[in-house]
Protein backbone atom coordinates (compact mmCIF):
# COMPACT_ATOMS: atom_id res chain seq x y z
CA UNK A 1 0.00 0.00 0.00
CA UNK A 2 1.14 3.64 -0.66
CA UNK A 3 -0.27 6.97 0.16
CA UNK A 4 -1.56 9.85 -2.05
CA UNK A 5 -2.29 13.07 -0.98
CA UNK A 6 -5.20 14.85 -2.50
CA UNK A 7 -5.34 18.69 -2.35
CA UNK A 8 -8.64 20.03 -2.46
CA UNK A 9 -7.43 23.61 -4.30
CA UNK A 10 -8.93 26.99 -5.59
CA UNK A 11 -7.03 27.29 -8.58
CA UNK A 12 -5.06 24.69 -9.92
CA UNK A 13 -2.50 26.13 -11.87
CA UNK A 14 -1.33 28.06 -9.00
CA UNK A 15 -1.26 25.38 -6.89
CA UNK A 16 1.07 23.22 -9.10
CA UNK A 17 3.45 26.45 -9.70
CA UNK A 18 4.39 26.62 -5.75
CA UNK A 19 4.71 22.49 -5.29
CA UNK A 20 6.71 22.42 -8.91
CA UNK A 21 9.02 25.96 -8.26
CA UNK A 22 9.43 25.35 -4.37
CA UNK A 23 9.41 21.83 -3.52
CA UNK A 24 11.01 20.65 -6.69
CA UNK A 25 7.40 18.26 -8.10
CA UNK A 26 7.28 18.10 -11.98
CA UNK A 27 3.96 17.58 -13.57
CA UNK A 28 2.93 13.97 -14.68
CA UNK A 29 -0.73 14.91 -16.45
CA UNK A 30 -3.87 17.05 -15.90
CA UNK A 31 -7.12 15.56 -16.76
CA UNK A 32 -10.60 17.08 -18.03
CA UNK A 33 -12.03 20.02 -19.84
CA UNK A 34 -11.03 22.47 -18.74
CA UNK A 35 -8.74 21.33 -16.32
CA UNK A 36 -9.08 20.24 -12.78
CA UNK A 37 -7.46 17.07 -11.91
CA UNK A 38 -3.73 16.95 -12.19
CA UNK A 39 -1.24 14.76 -10.71
CA UNK A 40 1.95 16.02 -9.94
CA UNK A 41 5.67 13.62 -8.49
CA UNK A 42 9.01 14.59 -6.93
CA UNK A 43 10.98 10.74 -6.67
CA UNK A 44 8.56 8.26 -4.92
CA UNK A 45 6.00 10.76 -3.90
CA UNK A 46 2.35 11.71 -5.70
CA UNK A 47 0.32 14.15 -4.93
CA UNK A 48 -2.51 14.98 -6.64
CA UNK A 49 -4.37 19.03 -6.87
CA UNK A 50 -8.40 18.90 -7.53
CA UNK A 51 -10.56 22.26 -8.19
CA UNK A 52 -12.95 22.26 -5.05
CA UNK A 53 -15.80 22.58 -8.13
CA UNK A 54 -14.98 18.96 -9.58
CA UNK A 55 -14.62 17.52 -6.27
CA UNK A 56 -17.88 18.89 -5.33
CA UNK A 57 -19.45 16.87 -8.49
CA UNK A 58 -17.35 14.04 -8.24
CA UNK A 59 -17.84 13.05 -4.07
CA UNK A 60 -21.60 14.15 -2.81
CA UNK A 61 -22.24 15.54 0.55
CA UNK A 62 -18.04 16.55 0.50
CA UNK A 63 -18.27 19.66 2.84
CA UNK A 64 -17.88 23.72 2.14
CA UNK A 65 -14.10 24.35 0.90
CA UNK A 66 -12.55 25.49 4.26
CA UNK A 67 -8.61 26.13 5.07
CA UNK A 68 -6.84 22.88 6.37
CA UNK A 69 -5.41 22.73 10.21
CA UNK A 70 -3.54 19.40 8.98
CA UNK A 71 -0.05 19.52 8.38
CA UNK A 72 1.75 17.65 5.92
CA UNK A 73 5.18 16.84 5.84
CA UNK A 74 7.58 16.17 3.12
CA UNK A 75 10.98 14.96 4.12
CA UNK A 76 14.15 15.22 2.46
CA UNK A 77 17.49 13.47 2.18
CA UNK A 78 19.49 16.42 1.60
CA UNK A 79 19.95 19.37 4.51
CA UNK A 80 21.30 21.79 1.67
CA UNK A 81 18.37 21.11 -0.43
CA UNK A 82 15.77 22.18 2.67
CA UNK A 83 18.28 25.17 3.26
CA UNK A 84 17.68 26.05 -0.78
CA UNK A 85 13.72 25.73 -0.49
CA UNK A 86 13.95 27.80 2.56
CA UNK A 87 15.86 30.81 1.17
CA UNK A 88 13.82 30.58 -1.53
CA UNK A 89 10.54 30.83 0.07
CA UNK A 90 11.92 33.50 1.77
CA UNK A 91 12.93 35.22 -1.22
CA UNK A 92 9.90 35.38 -2.56
CA UNK A 93 7.98 36.35 0.76
CA UNK A 94 5.70 33.21 1.14
CA UNK A 95 3.67 32.86 4.30
CA UNK A 96 5.80 30.83 6.54
CA UNK A 97 4.22 29.69 9.82
CA UNK A 98 7.88 28.05 11.31
CA UNK A 99 11.26 29.24 10.94
CA UNK A 100 13.50 27.00 9.73
CA UNK A 101 15.13 25.08 13.26
CA UNK A 102 17.02 22.14 14.61
CA UNK A 103 14.38 20.04 16.68
CA UNK A 104 14.69 16.99 18.43
CA UNK A 105 15.76 14.85 15.28
CA UNK A 106 15.44 16.66 12.59
CA UNK A 107 15.58 20.37 10.87
CA UNK A 108 12.68 21.98 9.49
CA UNK A 109 10.82 24.81 8.67
CA UNK A 110 6.96 25.35 7.78
CA UNK A 111 5.34 27.22 5.10
CA UNK A 112 1.46 27.87 3.71
CA UNK A 113 0.94 26.74 0.48
CA UNK A 114 -1.62 28.56 -2.02
CA UNK A 115 -4.37 27.44 -0.28
CA UNK A 116 -3.19 27.84 3.22
CA UNK A 117 -2.62 23.86 3.75
CA UNK A 118 0.26 23.64 6.29
CA UNK A 119 3.14 22.27 4.72
CA UNK A 120 6.80 21.14 6.82
CA UNK A 121 9.44 20.61 5.10
CA UNK A 122 11.95 18.69 7.31
CA UNK A 123 15.43 16.42 6.73
CA UNK A 124 15.69 13.97 9.81
CA UNK A 125 19.07 13.28 11.14
CA UNK A 126 20.33 11.19 14.17
CA UNK A 127 21.17 13.35 16.73
Same mark, same amino acid.
Given at each position: ???????????????? *?????YLGFKEEFTEYVPPSWM????????? #?????????????????????????????????????????????????????????????????????? #????????? *?
Amino acid at each position: MDTVIEFVVSDLYKSA *EFYIKYLGFKEEFTEYVPPSWMQLKNGETII #MLVTYDYAKKDIPGLKEYTPSTNLYKFRYSSLDEVKEIYENIKKDNRKIFLDFRKSDYRYEFGVFDEDDN #MILVTKVTD *E
